[in-house]
């Protein structure tokens, strides 16, 4: 007599749930990783937006600006608002062009390092000449670590830089 087999049988079940549960694991791999560099991308969006925020900062106040290095604008080396201190307060109270630069500079550094801002952010102004015009490089740094150590890729400190003719 002749035995005919329906159905399947219990071990190619588990090999079954066996295979799906390895690819299950992989999406979920993938997934966390897509998490990491999704908050990368975020912070390197914030920076750039907040370097052109500074960069229009600059253009509304031209004739400061245009004095260059020696212009209250310049901040040669990456600094934090708590190197920098909190400058005049312009909002409430008349500037002239001077103190309204350093106030622009302390309330930029102050968006760098708050909670909304970037991790242990830092940023610094130079000014140099080009074609007899004055350039102005912005340059925005943050910690980067919790995507880098994700990604398994080398910690160094995240930055972007806006560079342009004023």
């Known amino acids: 007599m002749k035995r005919t087999q329906s159905g399947f049988s219990l071990i190619e079940v588990l090999v ?77 109270a008349a500037c002239s062009s001077a103190a309204m630069a350093s106030s622009d500079v302390a309330g930029w550094l102050a968006l760098l390092a708050s909670a909304n801002g970037l991790p242990s952010g830092k940023g610094s102004i130079t000014f140099g000449s080009l074609n007899s015009q004055t350039s102005v490089a912005i340059v925005v740094q943050w910690d980067d670590s919790v995507a880098q150590n994700a990604l398994k890729e080398t910690l160094n400190p995240a930055a972007v830089t806006l560079t342009s003719v004023l």
């Open 16 to 92: 079954a749930l066996i295979i799906l549960s390895v690819g299950m694991l992989g999406m979920s791999k993938m997934m966390m990783v897509s998490m990491k560099s999704n908050g990368s991308a975020y912070s390197n969006t914030q920076a750039m937006s907040l370097a052109n925020a500074m960069l229009e900062r600059i253009r509304a106040n031209r004739v400061v600006a245009l004095a260059g290095a020696t212009s209250n604008y310049s901040l040669p080396t990456l600094t934090s608002t708590s190197t920098f201190g909190a400058g005049p307060n312009c909002l409430t």
